[in-house]
C-alpha cells in the first residue's frame, strides 16, 4: 500500500516552512553607531538674545540606513537624576526653555555611514526673568516598519541657559530621610532625599553622621558630590552605605544628614532613625526614617532636570545603547521550534523511506 504521504514534496515544503520562521524570529536590533557632536549647551544668555547651536548627526559605515527624529522637549529628573522627556502637555514649569528653540528639521534620512548637520535656534524672550531655563534636543532612531524592535538608539542633547545679572538662588531642603533593610553585620544603605528649591541648577555632596541610643557618633560618612547638576523644582536621591566592616551593633541609631553646595555652604540639615536587627531575624523590607523635615510629592508636571537616560554626565556624548528585548527572546523560541521541525522531517523521511523498501 503506497502512503498518501509524498516524501519528495514533503522535504523542500518543510524546508520552506522553516526558512520561514527562521526569517520572521531575527531580530532587527538598534543602530548602535548613531552618534551627535556637539551634544549639548551650556550658556549664559541675556533676556532677547538669539543663539544658534549647529550638531551633526551620524551613523557608522557598517549600520543600516536609518531614520532619525529631533524633537524639542522639556525634562523632568528621576530620583537618580535621569533624564524624563515632557511633551507640551507636561511641561508647564517656570524654568522650560522648550518654547525658546525651533529645530531647522525635524527628521532626517542617512545611509550607511552618512551625515547631516542639524541647527537649533534658540530666542530668549525679553521677560526671560530670573535663574536658569532648560530643555531637552531629543534625536533619536525611528524603528522602522515591522522590524520589532524594543529598544532604540537616542541622544539627548541638553540645554541649559543661565540668565546674566539675574538673581541666582542656590537654596534646597531634605524631604525624606529612609534606610533600607538594616541588619548587623550586612550593609546598611542610607538615602537622603533633597529638593532644589532654587531657581538655577547646582551640584551638592553631604554628610551623615550615624549615632546610637547614647548620642555617641558610631560613624561618619561622606555624600560624594553629585555627577550631575539638580535642577530647579527637582529632588535627588542621595545614597551613602554603612559598610558591612562597619557593623552596627543591635538596637536603634540617628541618622543626621547634611547637604552643602560644593563650596561647604550649608543647603539643609535633618534627622531621622532607624533599627539594626539580628541577622537572624528577618527584617522589615524597607523601614522609613522619621525625619524632621516634611515629607514632599514631587509634581509631575513642575520642571526638574537632570541627565539623558539615567546617564551621569552633563553633556552625553554617545548613545543609549540597544538591550536584549522581546525579539532576541523570540528568536530564541523560534531556534527550538526550527530544530523541533527539522527532527520531525527527518523523521518523517526516514519512514517513508522505510516504508517505500517494504
Known amino acids: 500500500m ?35 557632536s556637539n551634544p549639548g549647551l551650556l550658556a549664559t544668555v541675556t533676556p532677547g538674545q538669539t543663539l544658534t547651536q549647529k550638531m551633526t548627526v551620524s551613523i557608522g559605515s557598517t549600520d543600516p540606513a536609518t531614520d532619525i527624529s529631533v524633537q524639542v522637549y522639556g525634562v523632568a529628573l528621576s530620583l537618580q537624576g535621569g533624564y524624563q522627556l515632557l511633551d507640551a502637555a507636561h511641561d ?53 516598519a515591522g522590524s520589532g524592535v524594543g529598544t532604540l538608539a537616542a541622544i539627548d542633547v541638553p540645554i541649559y541657559l543661565t540668565i546674566e545679572d539675574s538673581q541666582l538662588i542656590q537654596t ?43 548620642g555617641q557618633t558610631v560613624d561618619t560618612l561622606s555624600i560624594p558630590v553629585t555627577a550631575s547638576s539638580i535642577l530647579p523644582g527637582g529632588i535627588r536621591q542621595l545614597e551613602t552605605t554603612i559598610p558591612a566592616t562597619d557593623a552596627l551593633a543591635v538596637g536603634n541609631y ?11 555652604t550649608l543647603l539643609d540639615e535633618a534627622s531621622g532613625t532607624f533599627a539594626v536587627v539580628a541577622a537572624m531575624t528577618t527584617p522589615t523590607p524597607t523601614a522609613s526614617a522619621s525625619t524632621t523635615a516634611p515629607t514632599l510629592a514631587s509634581s509631575t508636571t513642575a520642571l526638574s532636570l537632570g541627565t539623558a537616560s539615567a546617564t551621569t554626565s552633563l553633556l552625553p556624548t554617545s548613545a543609549a545603547k540597544s538591550s536584549i528585548s522581546w525579539p532576541v527572546i523570540g528568536g530564541v523560541i523560534a531556534g527550538v521550534i526550527v530544530v523541533i521541525l527539522l527532527g520531525l522531517v527527518i523523521f518523517l523521511v526516514k519512514r517513508l523511506q522505510r516504508r517505500r523498501h517494504n
Open 2 to 36: 503506497k502512503s498518501i504521504l509524498n516524501y519528495k514534496r514533503l522535504v523542500p515544503v518543510a524546508f520552506i516552512v522553516v526558512s520561514l520562521l527562521v526569517i520572521t524570529a531575527i531580530p532587527v536590533f538598534a543602530n548602535p553607531g548613531l552618534t551627535v
Open 92 to 144: 508647564t514649569g517656570p524654568y522650560s526653555a522648550r518654547t525658546f528653540i525651533t529645530i531647522d528639521k525635524n527628521s532626517l534620512h542617512l545611509e550607511p555611514g552618512g551625515s547631516e548637520d542639524v541647527t537649533a535656534t534658540i530666542q530668549v524672550p525679553q521677560n526671560v526673568g530670573a535663574g536658569g531655563r532648560y530643555a531637552v534636543i531629543n534625536i533619536a532612531e525611528k524603528a522602522a
Open 172 to 214: 534646597g531642603k531634605i524631604t525624606e530621610i529612609t534606610a533600607g533593610t538594616a541588619v548587623s553585620g550586612q550593609p546598611i544603605n542610607l538615602l537622603t532625599d533633597f529638593q532644589n528649591t532654587g531657581n538655577i541648577h547646582f551640584k551638592v555632596q553631604g554628610e551623615v553622621t550615624i549615632k546610637n541610643a547614647k
Open 254 to 264: 540617628t541618622s543626621d544628614s547634611k547637604v552643602t553646595l560644593q563650596d561647604g
